[in-house]
């Protein structure tokens, strides 16, 4: 699976829209986007994914670029639960493993 | 559903103890993954299974780990002896893999101290 970049940390005003980049340039043509988050003292919770087109559902939205070499997360109004560690994965749906990196560890403030 | 159900959910032990974490995967789901969680090695997969059968062992530190799948509704991840460095955060997820998306639905995880 290829390799994500994500920043480490990022901070987000309550009940503004909360934009996590992801840099996955090495992603290949049968890999989609994976995003998950954790909440603190619990295990990872499943976002959204996708593969070529932008994809929302009631989470966030997830808009890849054209290249796929990037996307970025949409939490539309951030509110102080969405606090977490956002994970951003590159995954071949073929197999079954997903690979978690560093995350971004987003803080959302009153 | 109940979820993924994890025990015990806190585990404190002295070294040299054995230890087993256990986990009941959501019913009807046909794959198992257990992870550690530590803050300098963030979350690393262990093992996994599809349909019982272990398919990736890869990520087992050494053979004081190893792992059973005995039926679809139960596993185990046993440390013996268990060493101050296993002390971490042990997760078990599931998902219904059919070979495309599958998302993993996480328990609430072991906290394991070794002393």
């Known amino acids: 699976d290829a390799k994500t970049t994500q920043p480490p940390s990022m901070d987000c005003a309550e009940g503004r829209a909360a934009n996590l980049p992801c840099n996955h340039s090495?992603?290949?043509?049968?890999?989609?986007v994976y995003w998950y988050r954790q909440i603190h003292s619990q295990g990872p919770q499943y976002i959204i994914h996708?593969?070529?087109n932008n994809e929302t559902n009631e989470m966030a939205s997830l808009i890849i670029t054209e290249d796929r070499k990037s996307s970025t997360l949409i939490l539309p109004h951030a509110t102080l639960r969405d606090t977490a560690v956002y994970y951003c994965?590159?995954?071949?749906?073929?197999?079954?493993?997903?690979?978690f990196g560093g995350g971004t560890r987003l803080m959302v403030k009153p | 559903d109940a979820g993924v159900i994890q025990s015990p959910r806190h585990e404190v032990t002295e070294m040299g103890q054995e230890v087993t974490l256990r986990c009941k995967p959501i019913s009807g789901h046909n794959s198992l993954f257990w992870y550690r969680q530590t803050m300098m090695r963030g979350l690393e997969l262990l093992i996994y299974f599809n349909n019982n059968v272990p398919i990736d062992d890869s990520g087992m530190p050494e053979d004081r780990f190893s792992a059973k799948m005995p039926n679809a509704s139960f596993s185990t991840l046993k440390i013996q002896p268990s060493e101050p460095r296993d002390s971490a955060v042990y997760f078990c997820a599931s998902s219904r893999y059919s070979g495309g998306h599958n998302e993993q639905f996480f328990g609430p995880g072991t906290r394991l101290t070794v002393l």
């Open positions: 996708g593969l070529k």
């Open positions: 090495t992603i290949s043509g049968n890999e989609y």
């Open positions: 994965i590159v995954h071949n749906n073929a197999g079954n493993m997903l690979t």
